[in-house]
């Protein structure tokens, strides 16, 4: 299950619906082995497309570091699909590498977005519950 | 002096947990080769047949390898190679 502050939906849904058409992305960065999602960061889509999304590679190489030192993990990283369902395509499933990451879907295919999350291990879409509360207890 | 190589979460399985392991070589290629008799099974992760794989980012301190010389790119002692997956995918 992922659990996730409120504030940290709207971001993202924010970041998905300004995109659109093109597919964003990004990611929430959290205490390394809290589960806890809680520093937001907006990734730039270096494919800048509507059906593909990859980190800019220089971006992503500074972002990992600063989580290094932080301490941190990449809690949840996600991505939009804007004319399809929120579900991980297989380039999606083929790209995931994260045993201990949230990947969280947003289509903005329709009026009200769709935010939806998975885990993805070897080869294999797990979704899970998502829990928004107002602050973390 | 040896060459420092960041290992990411994913690929410690090869080096028993470690963050950072060394290696030596004058080219990427053959730091990889290096790390790969250390480490067996590394390589195949790093590269296939046709170069560096499209999964994972190389980068050489703070460039990425693909803007530098790919494979061939020369490293030397105090370097830092920073291993990382790409973070990628989309609808289709």
Same mark, same amino acid.
């Given at each position: 299950?992922?659990?996730?502050?409120?504030?940290?939906?709207?971001?993202?849904?924010?970041?998905?619906?300004?995109?659109?058409?093109?597919?964003?992305?990004?990611?929430?960065?959290?205490?390394?082995?809290?589960?806890?999602?809680?520093?937001?960061?907006?990734?730039?889509?270096?494919?800048?497309?509507?059906?593909?999304?990859?980190?800019? @590679?220089?971006?992503?190489?500074?972002?990992?570091?600063?989580?290094?030192?932080?301490?941190?993990?990449?809690?949840?990283?996600?991505?939009?699909?804007?004319?399809?369902?929120?579900?991980?395509?297989?380039?999606?499933?083929?790209?995931?590498?994260?045993?201990?990451?949230?990947?969280?879907?947003? @289509?903005?295919?329709?009026?009200?977005?769709?935010?939806? @999350?998975?885990?993805?291990?070897?080869?294999?879409?797990?979704?899970?519950?998502?829990?928004?509360?107002?602050?973390?207890? | 002096?040896?060459?420092?190589?960041?290992? $990411?979460?994913?690929?410690?399985?090869?080096?028993?947990?470690?963050? %950072?392991?060394?290696?030596?070589? %004058?080219?990427?290629?053959?730091?990889?080769?290096?790390? !790969?008799?250390?480490? $067996?099974?590394?390589?195949?992760?790093?590269?296939? !047949?046709?170069?560096?794989?499209?999964?994972?980012?190389?980068?050489?301190?703070?460039?990425?390898?693909?803007?530098?010389?790919?494979?061939?790119?020369?490293?030397?002692?105090?370097?830092?190679?920073?291993?990382? $997956?790409?973070?990628?995918?989309?609808?289709?």
């Amino acid at each position: 299950m992922l659990t996730i502050a409120r504030e940290l939906v709207d971001k993202i849904v924010a970041h998905a619906r300004a995109d659109h058409p093109d597919e964003a992305c990004g990611v929430v960065a959290g205490p390394a082995g809290s589960d806890r999602p809680e520093r937001f960061i907006q990734m730039e889509n270096a494919e800048r497309s509507p059906t593909f999304y990859r980190f800019d @590679s220089r971006e992503q190489l500074k972002v990992w570091r600063e989580m290094d030192d932080r301490d941190e993990a990449p809690v949840v990283i996600y991505h939009s699909h804007t004319a399809t369902e929120a579900y991980p395509s297989r380039t999606d499933v083929t790209y995931a590498s994260e045993p201990d990451t949230h990947y969280v879907l947003v @289509s903005t295919a329709t009026d009200e977005p769709e935010f939806r @999350s998975y885990r993805i291990l070897d080869g294999v879409v797990t979704e899970e519950e998502v829990k928004i509360v107002e602050a973390y207890g | 002096m040896a060459i420092e190589v960041r290992i $990411p979460t994913i690929l410690r399985s090869y080096t028993d947990g470690a963050k %950072a392991v060394d290696a030596k070589g %004058a080219t990427l290629e053959e730091l990889i080769g290096d790390l !790969d008799a250390r480490h $067996p099974g590394l390589k195949a992760r790093l590269v296939d !047949d046709a170069g560096l794989r499209r999964f994972v980012n190389v980068y050489l301190n703070d460039e990425d390898v693909r803007f530098l010389g790919g494979l061939g790119t020369p490293v030397a002692d105090g370097d830092t190679v920073t291993v990382l $997956p790409a973070v990628a995918g989309g609808a289709r």
